[in-house]
């Protein structure tokens, strides 16, 4: 059965920094993409980033760009998401969600969430003075 578990998140201040991590069960990274989303009280669900299951390339919102950073460890299943110099904008449950589909044939992973079939609970970020 195919799980996605997001941890790592908290309550932290202005500039600080988390990683959230995914835990992935029934299926491997190495044949599907991986995406980070985010939802804010109030606000629609907004794609963060995404990692490839072939290349591992990588891709960002303009609003996380030097900021975050997506990575994975395929031995481990697990996907990352390395958040620095967080502002309170960042507050939001985070989710990781993965396509049922298999895309290694795809060059670059895309952040829309029609895109995606699994989805974790979620974790909740807060950044907060």
């Known amino acids: 059965q195919l799980q996605l578990v997001e941890s790592g998140g908290g309550l932290v201040q202005p500039g600080g920094s988390l990683r959230l991590s995914c835990a992935a069960s029934?299926?491997?990274?190495?044949?599907?993409?991986i995406s980070w989303f985010r939802q804010a009280p109030g606000k629609e669900r907004e794609g963060v980033s995404c990692?490839?299951?072939?290349?591992?390339?990588?891709n960002y919102a303009d609003s996380v760009k030097g900021r975050f950073t997506i990575s994975k460890d395929n031995a481990k299943n697990t996907v990352y998401l390395q958040m620095t110099s967080l502002k309170p904008e960042d507050t939001a449950v985070y989710y990781c969600?993965?396509?049922?589909?298999?895309?290694?044939?795809?060059?670059?992973?895309?952040?829309?969430?029609?895109?995606?079939?699994?989805w974790g609970v979620g974790t909740e970020v807060t950044v907060s003075p």
């Open positions: 969600a993965a396509p049922d589909r298999i895309t290694t044939n795809q060059a670059m992973c895309v952040i829309l969430p029609d895109e995606y079939d699994y």
């Open positions: 029934g299926l491997t990274l190495d044949l599907h993409d």
């Open positions: 990692i490839s299951s072939s290349s591992g390339s990588t």
